[in-house]
Structure formats: C-alpha cells, structure tokens
C-alpha cells in the first residue's frame, strides 16, 4: 500500500461530561477504501466532522495530506469532498444546476464547473437527466446525484457516510462500481455504512467503534478468521461478538 494519506492520533473530543470520542488512532493509505463502522453513538460522526474540518477536536492530531488539520485546515479543505448521509440537495434546481453551484463552492469557474458537472453525471449514468429537478428524481438518483456533488473538485479523500440507505439495488451497484474506479485512480476513502456487506465488498480495512473508541482495526478477512471460518463468518457476526450489540440499535 502507499504512503498514509491519512493521519489521526489520539484525537479526542467530549460535549460536556459526554466523551465522544476516546484516544482515536488510525491510518489510511493513499488510494485505500478504509471503513468506520460501529452502532448509532459510537463516535463514527464526531470523528468524521473532525477529520472533515467542521468540529474542532478538543486534542490530538489529525494529519491529511500532508496538512495539519489544526494548523491549515483552509489546505485540507481543498483536498477532501464530503457526500453525508442527509442529502444536501436544492430539490428545486436541476440536478446540473445543483453540481454547478456546488462546483463554484469548492473553487471551479465557469465552464470548467459546467464540464465537470457533465462529467460526474456522465459517471452515474445520469448524463441524459442533467436538466431534471432533483424534486423528481427517485431516491436512488438521489443519492448518486449526491456522490457526484460530493466529487466536484476532484478531491483527494472523499467522506461516504451511509451513502446507499434506502436505495434501489441498481444505483447501489453503480455507487459501488464508482468506487471501485475512482479507488483505482488513486482516490482515498472513509467510509462508514450499517451494512456490513458492503464494508466487505468494498474495504481494504476496517475499524470498529464502540463507545469512542476502535475496539478493533484489520482486513475484513483477517477480522472474521479470529472468530470462525471466513467464508461462513460475516463482519455483522464480528461486530456482535466484539460488542454485544445490533448494528442498527
């Protein structure tokens, strides 16, 4: 694998007397698709928003790019896209309209905004729909159209947060397979899903979370060896035995 990409040490972060996140330590190398995965309150979103420049942590250190997310977070902005769980859609502009205006935000101009844009929605298979409100777009349309929001810029690390609820199996897969491209092209990911079949399909490496902290970090298949068989052992059944509880608690 190639150099780290990602840095984070001992990053910790509390609301009041609530510690959200505990000495949190990992990686990520270049071109790595890495997974969070972990219950509802883990720390999975507080340590996103840190890594993603919008929550301060409160100690530790958090290195992306060669840039200290502390000390330059204006540079670390430049290089990530974030596509969040709750679509950040206008449903009321066309789907180009949507990806231009995003693209301004992250820095395109002009043309190179609208050439971008044709170029993510030609990505999802969404080429011939660039003029239709989002407003009638299908959920699934959605959340691709939300991925290639999040790609505008051409960021080095993209964010996946729970990029495939409620959808179709088609875009699923076309997310999927998107991934799986842009990963070949050297583009870094973190990504956290409540689907553990997707974090095997996808990930080079996982960490679970459970109370702020990473209970365990390794390869999907080195994770299920330690508990069974891995062709017969699932990271749902890893992560029940690492803590006792649902995914989806």
């Known amino acids: 694998m190639a150099d780290d990409f990602v840095v984070v040490k001992d990053l ?11 000495g949190v330590s990992f990686t990520i190398a270049k071109g790595e698709v890495f997974g969070l995965l972990g219950p509802n309150g883990a720390g999975k979103t507080t ?12 100690s530790g250190d958090i290195t992306i790019g060669g840039y200290s997310v502390k000390k330059n977070a204006e540079a670390v902005r430049t290089l990530i896209g974030v596509c969040p769980q709750e679509l950040a859609l ?13 693209g301004h935000m992250s820095g395109l101009e002009g043309k190179a905004a ?18 239709g409100k989002i407003a009638k777009y299908s959920g699934g349309m959605k959340r691709r159209i939300n991925l290639a929001v999040a790609l505008m810029g051409n960021p ?17 897969n076309n997310i999927f397979e998107n991934i799986k491209a842009l990963q ?16 095997d399909r996808l990930c080079q ?9 990473i209970i365990a970090m390794d390869t999907p298949y080195n994770l299920k060896k330690k508990i069974g068989p891995p062709d017969k052992t699932t990271l749902e059944d890893v992560f029940l035995n690492l803590t006792g509880r649902s995914l989806r608690d």
């Open 47 to 58: 340590t996103i928003r840190m890594l993603s420049t919008v929550l301060e942590a409160d």
């Open 184 to 199: 070949k092209q050297g583009l870094t990911v973190l990504y956290t899903t409540h689907y553990m079949e997707e974090a």
């Open 156 to 172: 080095k690390l993209l964010f996946l947060d729970e990029p495939t609820v409620g959808i179709d199996p088609q875009s699923r």
């Open 90 to 102: 206008y449903e009321d502009l066309s789907a180009l309209d949507n990806m231009v205006f995003f």
């Open 114 to 131: 609208h050439d971008q844009a044709m170029k993510n929605l030609k990505l999802m298979g969404l080429e011939d729909r660039a003029k």
């Open 205 to 213: 490496r996982v960490a679970v979370m459970d109370g702020g902290k």
């Open 12 to 22: 910790h972060k509390s609301f009041k007397d609530f510690k959200a996140v505990n």
